[in-house]
């Protein structure tokens, strides 16, 4: 076998790549990615792709990490357009549920498959195709949102050190 014949695993997608296809070495590793789609949503978290020694990392434990967000919009959209920006969230992978009543929306979504930058891109794309200033109108209030609440925050974050167990005086 030549060299670069092994294909290394993606590890947000587990798709099978060339070890230098958008590859980064990340904490002294090396990680190889199918799209730059897939190595964005790496670098925004890597600790729900790989974990912290001794914690497997969600993905590698095969959980999801349900996102909701909250928005409020300064003027209600109309039932179409509530209908055509519906339909381009949840045409996104990881987008599970898009919830439009009056002013508000709400998106829920799996952070370990759309990251926010992406949701954002798409709701301003679906905004600008609405006109009257739509795009701009969205992208703000996704930015400015009402809440944003983990369902089941999953995400494995490295502790302070000497942090850990249990305290005795």
């Known amino acids: 076998m030549g060299p670069g014949s092994e294909k290394v695993k993606d590890p947000v997608c587990k798709m099978l790549v060339a070890p230098d296809q958008y590859a980064i070495n990340y904490q002294g590793l090396d990680f190889a990615f199918c799209s730059q789609q897939c190595k964005d949503r790496f670098l925004a978290n890597p600790h729900l792709y790989i974990g912290v020694p001794g914690e497997p990392a969600p993905k590698q434990a095969g959980q999801e990490v349900v996102k909701r967000r909250r928005l409020r919009l300064d003027q209600p959209l109309s039932a179409s357009a509530a209908q055509q920006i519906s339909e381009q969230l949840l045409a996104m992978m990881g987008v599970y549920a898009v919830d439009i009543a009056a002013?508000?929306?709400?998106?829920?979504?799996?952070?370990?498959?759309?990251?926010?930058?992406?949701?954002?891109?798409?709701?301003?794309?679906?905004?600008?195709?609405?006109?009257?200033?739509?795009?701009?109108?969205?992208?703000?209030?996704?930015?400015?949102?009402?809440?944003?609440?983990?369902?089941?925050?999953?995400?494995?974050?490295?502790g302070p050190p000497g942090h850990g167990g249990h305290h005795h005086d």
């Open 103 to 158: 002013d508000e929306l709400t998106i829920t979504y799996d952070l370990l498959q759309a990251t926010a930058e992406q949701i954002e891109a798409t709701l301003q794309q679906a905004g600008a195709r609405l006109g009257g200033g739509w795009g701009e109108r969205l992208r703000r209030a996704f930015v400015h949102y009402l809440e944003d609440t983990e369902v089941a925050s999953r995400e494995v974050q490295p």
